[in-house]
């Protein structure tokens, strides 16, 4: 989703990617799109406050029943005494959707056979940071021995053998979470969609396990915290950068900036990078692999080249 385009346009295209997945938001979404009240309400907010799951879940915070009916959600934003808008300018879709680490083991396996030091982009409370602590099955394969991550798989991926160990972890965000606040944790949960019982109880324990040893995560903006925290996590074992539908909410000035220093990083030998990105975000990406040009999911990436499709909250894995 392109959160730069038309309103009406971003809600559409969410719509797809909850079709079959979320009714509820299936239903709200194509309708918004139609709803030329709720698009000018929606227009008053500033560009990057207009996303579908930032708007979607602050309704929901206020009250409204989801699943539910369009009606109560429109009447919601319609009649709002500005506590809503609030609420959207005040939060962030941090989702931190730990079910993303079933597509992003293979490729941590795939850069490093020792014990790695990870670095999250856009780490929001770090729940990603710790691939080490979950098992993982991919059809007829499973490793690990801690809750269980699955993924259906296709094409020939480089299914590891063991759990990644992980010898450092730390992350950067403009506004990390700590995951010892109950009411950042609640907000997590509001951004999970509506009919994602199973989703809700791997967050809760994904806080749990995060939260009995919180990781470092480092206040800032990514193009200037980045270089330095590669350095430091340099002297703890090889180096890998990774992110998961964070991009898109750079600048498309920034996410040039970042496809080029993650690149200068890479050629320079001082770290791997693992993207997970939709497939308009880092096109030099796209471009790099057979990404079939109506792919929806996410684009996998190793060091700037396209390996695999991905489902957004990590339920497949299509390798290419």
């Known amino acids: 989703m392109d959160l730069a385009a038309d309103t009406a346009e971003q809600y559409r295209d969410f719509a797809l990617d909850a079709r079959d997945y979320s009714p509820c938001y299936d239903d709200w979404c194509t309708r918004v ?14 560009l990057p406050k207009r996303q579908p799951n930032l708007v979607l879940a602050a309704a929901r915070w206020h009250g409204v029943p989801a699943p539910g009916p369009y009606d109560a959600f429109r009447s919601a934003l319609l009649a709002d005494d500005g506590t809503i808008v609030a609420t959207i300018r005040a939060r962030s879709t941090q989702t931190n959707e730990v079910g993303r680490l079933a597509t992003l083991v293979p490729a941590f396996a795939l850069v490093a056979d020792r014990p790695v030091a990870l670095i999250e982009v856009g780490a929001s409370a770090g729940l990603n940071l ?55 944790m609640r907000w997590l949960s509001f951004l999970v969609w509506p009919e994602h019982e199973e989703r809700r109880a791997r967050l809760a324990t994904a806080v749990a396990i995060a939260r009995s040893a919180p990781p470092v995560l480092v206040r800032g903006n990514l193009l200037d915290e980045l270089p330095a925290l590669v350095a ?82 990590g339920a497949w894995l299509r390798w290419l």
Do not use: K
């Open 232 to 313: 430091t996590a340099a002297a703890h074992g090889p180096v890998v950068v990774f992110h998961s539908a964070v991009a898109v909410y750079l600048p498309p000035e920034d996410r040039d900036r970042f496809q080029a220093l993650m690149t200068g990083l890479v050629a320079e030998g001082r770290c791997h990078w693992v993207s997970n990105e939709a497939a308009s975000v880092l096109p030099e990406v796209t471009a790099s692999g057979p990404v079939p040009s109506d792919a929806r999911g996410f684009v996998l990436g190793i060091d700037g080249r396209a390996v695999a499709l991905t489902h957004g909250h």
């Open 33 to 46: 799109a139609d709803d030329a009240e709720v698009l000018a309400w929606l227009d008053r907010l500033p």
């Open 130 to 184: 710790f691939p080490d602590r979950y098992s993982y099955a991919w059809g007829g394969r499973t490793i690990g021995s801690g809750p269980l991550l699955t993924a259906s798989v296709s094409g020939d991926p480089p299914l590891p053998a063991a759990v990644p160990s992980v010898a450092w972890r730390a992350g950067v965000d403009l506004n990390p979470l700590d995951v010892t606040d109950d009411d950042a």
